[in-house]
């Protein structure tokens, strides 16, 4: 008898697999990136922090992740093919480099005065990242005030920051806030490398790390308004 059976209770389980993930693919993205490894490092927080949320849902977000390499121009490809690919509601890119959780909120559109070499040994192409662009500095979508209090309330160094610098991290953050593709509500944020010392006590480890984006998550989802 159990054969007469089986083909039935394999085609229910096979219909609420394919149900559960139309629900999955059905809620709103929540686009997360970061860099890979640049100057000798064998990591960079950033990416490894971000990508242990791929996948995962966060007060009904959907979590996507996309890493951006260490390159004039070239990162602007992955970007959008991100945006472009998951059409998030939500879109928040991270770079490491920072004492504290830094908050970014002015994407300016022009490169370091010294014009640091990328990942290919190579300096700007520009001075400016987009020269059709106009130059004023275009402000963050994420909440700032909220995420710094958020993070020093859970007794995570954390502060708002008007200079992204002029390497990759400014490119990111000026290319997102400039996008087409990007949803209303974006922004940068940097992060501390792995075993910097954190002010409010402790060091930055894996851990810390992890619940600072996780907080960063929570508080920009809480203060957003749904798109209809």
Known sequence: MSRYFSLPLLVLC??????????????????????????????????????TFQGKEILGYRIETALLPVVYDEMDGPLQAALEKYKPRIA???????????VETLASNGYHPQRP??????????????????????????????IVAALKEAKIGAANSTDAGGYLCNECF???MSSKRAPAMRGFVHVPDFGTRDPEGGVFDAEKLKKAVQIVIETTIKTSKPEK
């Open 117 to 146: 070499p990328d990942n290919k040994g190579k300096p700007p192409p520009r001075d400016k990242i987009a020269p059709e662009a106009p130059a004023l500095p275009i402000p963050t979508a994420l909440p700032a005030a909220a």
């Open 92 to 102: 928040i890119s991270f770079g490491v480099g920072t004492r504290v959780m830094q």
């Open 174 to 176: 000026f290319r997102l």
């Open 14 to 51: 096979l219909l609420a697999s394919a149900a559960s993930v139309r629900a999955a693919e059905e809620k709103p993205v929540l686009l997360l990136t970061g860099f890979e490894p640049f100057g000798g490092l064998k990591l960079n927080a950033s990416w490894e922090t971000v990508r």
